[in-house]
C-alpha cells in the first residue's frame, strides 16, 4: 500500500526547532521530488518547501526561507524539513506529498509555536 505518514510535530515556543520527517512506505522516494505543505485554521493548504529526485534542488516559501531546510535520506525512505527560529505564524498541519502517477500525501503532523 502506497503511504506517506509525517511525524515530530509537536508544541514549541517561539524559536525553538522541530525537525519533520516524511517516511513512504510501498514505493520508493528516490524516483520522486517531494514537497511539504501546511494548513493553518481557516486558511488554504500552501507550499513551505520541495526538493527534486537528486536532492540537488530545493525551494522554499518566502515565508520561511533561511528558517526551514529540507533534505532526503533515500536510504531511509525519508525526507525532513528541519524547521528553525519558529514563529506563531508557522503554526499549522504540515503535510508531505509525492507526485508518482497521483498525488501521494501523508495525514499531517500538526505544530503549534506559541509565543
Known amino acids: 500500500q502506497v503511504q506517506l505518514a509525517e511525524s515530530g510535530g509537536g508544541l514549541v515556543q517561539a524559536g525553538g526547532s522541530l525537525r519533520l520527517s516524511c517516511a513512504a512506505s510501498?514505493?520508493?522516494?528516490?524516483?520522486?521530488?517531494i514537497g511539504w505543505f501546511r494548513q493553518a485554521p481557516g486558511k488554504e493548504r500552501e507550499g513551505v518547501s520541495c526538493?527534486?529526485?537528486?536532492?540537488?534542488?530545493?525551494n522554499y516559501a518566502d515565508s520561511v526561507k533561511g528558517r526551514f531546510t529540507i533534505s532526503r535520506d533515500d536510504a531511509k525512505n525519508t525526507v525532513y524539513l528541519q524547521m528553525n527560529s519558529l514563529k506563531p505564524e508557522d503554526t499549522a498541519v504540515y503535510y508531505c506529498?509525492?507526485?508518482?502517477?497521483?498525488?501521494?500525501w501523508g495525514h499531517g503532523t500538526q505544530v503549534t509555536v506559541s509565543s
Open positions: 506529498r509525492a507526485t508518482i502517477s497521483y498525488d501521494v
Open positions: 526538493i527534486s529526485r537528486s536532492g540537488i534542488s530545493t
Open positions: 510501498g514505493f520508493t522516494l528516490d524516483y520522486y521530488a
